[in-house]
């Protein structure tokens, strides 16, 4: 077993995302960056190329800036991480925004005076939409959709992008408080009428403001990559990989696709409903995973379930395979920074920072360190049921690992 060191130090107790660097849209176990910048600083890693293979909405390219870094590149195959992210690292005319958000407000609020204008919208073609949206709320963001795409500037664009897609969440029938998709009971929604341009326009204020204080300020001549995409192996070319990969697959740990289906879906992407099944461990697989660290603890879910026994196996077998695609891509030298959760499943936890220790080595690594940090900052659920059985529940993760290989040999 490699060695893990508590480290109180990156417990950042009292901390949370947003008490250094607020994000412009609500994202699922987004990664603190205050980590990345103390892990970066306590190695002496100041510059180089930096990767993120699975990025999200960006932590990792918080840290890169604030420690100075001017390469970064980052991967993700969900489309609204890849939007948070663009829009976070773009730099933007703020007055030209500024200006834009007046005229939009303006041309929105004259557009529904016409009953009329009403007839002509197109509204999505959404399968089953209307479970999920009143007619009212349909229209009322068909009309700033419908303005929003008249904006020319891709970058700009984006801005009004973010606030409408969490806007579009706000105002369906989708109980807010919960990541995967659950609606609200029939007495709630009689009772639901959100002021959709309202809702949106105070959302708009907020997101430039952060982006201006937060982010603007940062935005120097870095040279910031953020692809829509799977990270293709990349042979001896990255210096330093922050990142924070899923604790599981996103079905039963943190359902990213189905967070954010409905954004998706309003941006026009087709394959908005598959997202979970594209992530890791999102495929079926027929075989269990039987070596190294990982192959008694799923035995022992097999005990249980061998449904879930080869459902943990398919995100083992995804996450070597990046890994590999990971390892080969960094230059020798180079150092490797994964933060991950050891998620439980049939209450039995799964040690997930010794599967990455493990794989690394195997690639021509060493294991330079593992710290543990209590985890109290980041939004996941607190509570789950590792026996599928009602009313069995456990604490999912408590604890967070920091895992920092080097590559020794190509």
């Known amino acids: 077993m490699y060695k893990v060191t508590r480290n109180s130090k990156y417990d950042f107790l009292g901390q949370s995302y947003a008490s250094v660097f607020p994000n412009l849209h609500k994202y699922p176990a987004t ?57 976070k690292f ?27 204008n009403l007839k002509t919208l197109d509204l999505p073609s959404i399968h089953n939409i209307e479970f999920w949206f009143s007619k009212e709320v349909l229209i009322n963001l068909s009309v700033i959709k419908h303005f929003i795409d008249k904006i020319k500037e891709k970058d700009i664009k984006r801005m009004f992008l973010i606030p409408f897609s969490e806007c579009v969440r706000e105002c369906s029938f989708t109980r807010n408080s919960e990541f995967k998709l659950y609606r609200m009971k029939s007495e709630d929604i009689l009772l639901f009428n959100p002021d959709v341009f309202g809702i949106f326009f105070k959302k708009l204020t907020k997101t430039i403001d952060i982006y201006e204080k ?73 075989e269990k ?49 994964f933060v991950v959760g050891n998620r439980r499943v049939k209450n039995i936890q799964l040690p997930t920072d010794q599967f990455i220790a493990e794989k690394f080595e195997e690639k021509g690594f060493n294991h330079i360190l593992t710290y543990e940090r209590q985890l109290g900052n980041k939004t996941m659920p607190s509570k789950n049921s590792p026996s599928n059985k009602a009313g069995d529940l456990k604490s999912t993760m408590s604890q967070e690992f920091i895992v920092v290989c080097k590559k020794m040999q190509g």
């Open 214 to 286: 937060y982010y603007y300020p940062k935005l120097t001549d870095a040279k910031i990559e953020i692809s829509y995409s799977k990270f293709p192996e990349q042979k001896n070319y990255f210096d330093v990989v922050l990142t924070s990969p899923p604790y599981g697959d996103s079905k039963t740990t943190v359902a990213y696709g189905q967070f954010s289906m409905f954004s998706n879906e309003w941006f026009g992407i087709k394959k908005a409903r598959q997202i979970d099944n594209m992530l890791m461990g999102g495929r079926a697989v027929k």
């Open 90 to 116: 773009s730099k933007v005319n703020i007055e030209r925004v500024n200006l834009l958000r007046q005229r939009l407000r303006n041309r929105v609020y004259e557009f529904v005076k016409e009953e009329d």
């Open 31 to 87: 990664m603190l960056p205050q980590i990345g910048i103390e892990i970066l600083r306590e190695l002496n890693i100041k510059k180089g190329k930096l990767l993120d293979p699975y990025c999200g909405s960006g932590s990792s390219f918080t840290a890169g800036l604030d420690i100075g870094f001017d390469e970064m590149y980052g991967f993700d195959i969900n489309p609204l991480a890849v939007l948070i992210s663009r829009t």
């Open 289 to 337: 995973y039987n070596h190294g660290v990982i192959a008694n603890f799923i035995n022992s879910i097999e005990n249980e379930s061998k449904k879930r026994a080869l459902e943990v196996s398919s995100f083992y077998y995804d996450l070597e395979t990046s890994i590999s695609d990971v390892a080969k891509s960094v230059k020798v030298g180079g150092v490797t920074i």
